[in-house]
């Protein structure tokens, strides 16, 4: 990813990019298993890690958090693009 400048006072600083936490699983196919994936991936044009991902990202995204971001919105904040009820 490209680094991302901070404000700074006429010195230049880059702001430090956050830290990707991964785990690691392994588990074992078969070797029939281990052809069949090895087939899919090569006529789909796909590594098997790729594959996996969006097997498991699939089926995993009802259970994330829903957690919103904040909103910065304040009160007397104007609404430039907002309704266009005053129209």
Same mark, same amino acid.
Request: proline letters at 3%.
């Given at each position: 990813?490209?680094?991302?400048?901070?404000?700074?006072?006429?010195?230049?600083?880059?702001?430090?990019?956050?830290?990707?936490? +991964?785990?690691?699983?392994? +588990?074992? !196919?078969?070797?029939?298993?281990?052809?069949?994936? @090895?087939?899919?991936?090569?006529?789909?044009? !796909?590594?098997?890690?790729?594959?996996?991902?969006?097997?498991?990202?699939?089926?995993?995204?009802?259970?994330?958090?829903?957690?919103?971001?904040?909103?910065?919105?304040? @009160?007397?904040? !104007?609404?430039? +693009?907002?309704? @266009? @009820?005053?129209?």
């Amino acid at each position: 990813m490209a680094k991302k400048k901070a404000a700074a006072k006429g010195a230049r600083s880059w702001r430090k990019r956050k830290v990707t936490k +991964f785990r690691q699983i392994s +588990f074992k !196919l078969t070797e029939y298993q281990k052809k069949a994936l @090895d087939r899919y991936c090569k006529t789909n044009k !796909l590594t098997p890690v790729r594959f996996m991902k969006a097997l498991i990202n699939g089926h995993v995204e009802r259970y994330r958090d829903q957690t919103r971001p904040p909103s910065y919105v304040t @009160d007397n904040q !104007l609404e430039l +693009f907002g309704s @266009d @009820d005053n129209e």
